[in-house]
């Protein structure tokens, strides 16, 4: 299976990368918004893992652009936001972000740990 990581922390990155190398997936890092659709946009991937802030373009703005191209890789959505009410703040945009940008999102609030989400 080839993977697509494009998340701008490199430590980061490279450390999930190594990861899914180990259990036999082929990983491509792109470290930028642009590279990172650059990429999206060859259609070579199987999953793509995309933090949402990133340098030059941002990773909904990137979801979109691949939804537009008619990519259709299912994609795995990060993001920095840690903090319960960070999350609770931004759920209900994060919910219509996702689904304008092309994401099949679940968004399900877990009492006492936080949310999940799930993007297919």
Partial sequence: MKVLMVED?????DAVAAIL???NFSVDNAYDGEYG???ALTGIYDFIILDIML???????VLKEMRNAGISTPVLMLTAKG????VESHVSLLRKKLAAAGSDVTIKASRGIGYRIECV
């Fill in 37 to 39: 659709l650059d990429c």
């Fill in 9 to 13: 922390e490199r430590d980061l990155a």
């Fill in 83 to 86: 903090e319960l009410r960070d």
């Fill in 21 to 23: 190398q180990k259990n």
């Fill in 55 to 61: 340098p030059k373009m941002d990773g909904l703005r």
